[in-house]
């Protein structure tokens, strides 16, 4: 049973930077592809990124060319790298992964899942 861990989150200024990781359990994390999605409070669960097995990025239009996703396998690690954060960006920030190898943003197609760690955004 995979298990994640994020971490990284807190309350910044809006335009400021954050860098989330997530921990994996086991090392199929590398066999896994990896995404990133966000709860706002009284909203449902958004797809913000994913990167594949073998490293191909896909990034919600909203955060495209400021949210970056990356992976090291060797650590069994995932990050976002998030920079010039708005205030509408405040939310539980999860981790998940799929067992399988393709790009996907459907949140049903993932299989394990983080317990989320919360971004705060001030205006």
């Known amino acids: 049973q995979v298990q994640l861990v994020e971490s990284g989150g807190g309350l910044v200024q809006a335009g400021a930077s954050l860098k989330l990781s997530c921990a994996a359990s086991?090392?199929?994390?590398?066999?896994?592809?990896m995404g990133w999605f966000r709860q706002a409070p009284g909203k449902e669960r958004e797809f913000v990124a994913v990167?594949?097995?073998?490293?191909?990025?896909y990034y919600a239009d909203s955060v495209k060319g400021r949210f970056t996703i990356s992976r090291d396998n060797a650590k069994n690690t995932g990050y976002l790298q998030m920079n010039s954060l708005k205030p509408e960006e405040t939310a539980v920030y999860y981790c998940?992964?799929?067992?399988?190898?393709?790009?996907?943003?459907?949140?049903?197609?993932?299989?394990?899942w983080g317990q989320g760690t919360q971004v705060s955004v001030s205006s």
């Open positions: 990167v594949s097995v073998l490293g191909r990025t």
């Open positions: 998940s992964q799929y067992s399988g190898q393709w790009i996907t943003t459907r949140l049903n197609d993932y299989d394990y």
């Open positions: 086991e090392r199929t994390f590398s066999s896994y592809t």
